[in-house]
């Protein structure tokens, strides 16, 4: 199936700090989403990005998409501590009616 | 708007008991989503539909069975349940296709002893 792989696993920033994770997935998407999930709560949909587009800003959040190493990215700039949560990303096949989730990147942010 | 509900938020059943988790949304998506969670394995689609009156089996359908009960409402039943379901069990909509955002209820967190 076609599921998102996040880098790193785990990453631990200090306030004030940026903090980047990676995506990437195998094979054509249509678009490609990032969620977060603070500990013991749902998922919540941050950004969604199209295959034609390479950059995608949202207040602090850039994502950007690179279809042909098939990645994505997620910078979250000057963060907080508020920001400390699981980070998933999620590709949408072209063909197949799914999204799929890895395991995320677990963001500490130090305050 | 309550966004999408789950129930019960909790559950502990012994090997073999039967039960159903409920899950309601009120933004009147047409597409609904089960999904488990287990540490390390990520978020893993049971089943959904894509439409009222629709269902599909997603990665992980075995051991449930799903009733999209109308528009708002898809429920998931465990029959038998077993040690292995034991995991928190997402449900989350979305407008139509899954091109578009997913929203998620609160989990239910089920422990099969």
């Known amino acids: 199936s076609q599921q998102g792989e996040e880098d790193p696993q785990a990453l631990s920033i200090q306030e004030g700090e940026n903090a980047t994770m990676n995506c990437s997935y195998k094979?054509?998407?249509?678009?490609l989403q990032w969620y977060r999930q603070n500990s013991g709560r749902g998922l919540v949909h941050l950004i969604l990005i199209r295959s034609n587009e390479r950059e995608k800003h949202s207040g602090r959040l850039r994502v950007t998409l690179d279809t042909s190493k098939k990645s994505s990215s997620l910078l979250i700039t000057a963060s907080r501590a508020a920001d400390t949560a699981s980070y998933f990303c999620?590709?949408?096949?072209?063909?197949?009616?799914?999204?799929?989730f890895g395991e995320g990147t677990q963001l500490t942010v130090n305050p | 708007n309550a966004g999408v509900t789950q129930t019960p938020k909790f559950q502990v059943l012994k090997t073999g008991q039967s039960m159903t988790l409920q899950c309601a949304q009120d933004m009147n998506h047409n597409s609904m989503y089960w999904y488990r969670q287990d540490p390390g394995m990520g978020l893993r689609l049971i089943y959904y539909s894509a439409s009222e009156g629709t269902t599909d089996k997603g990665e992980v359908p075995n051991g449930y069975n799903v009733s999209r009960l109308n528009k708002r409402e898809f429920s998931l039943r465990l029959e038998s349940a077993a040690p292995s379901q034991t995991s928190v069990y997402f449900c989350?909509?979305?407008?139509?296709?899954?091109?578009?955002?997913?929203?998620f209820g609160p989990g239910t967190r089920l422990t099969v002893t």
């Open positions: 989350a909509s979305s407008a139509t296709g899954i091109s578009y955002e997913q929203y």
């Open positions: 094979t054509s998407i249509n678009n």
């Open positions: 999620a590709p949408r096949e072209t063909s197949g009616s799914r999204l799929t």
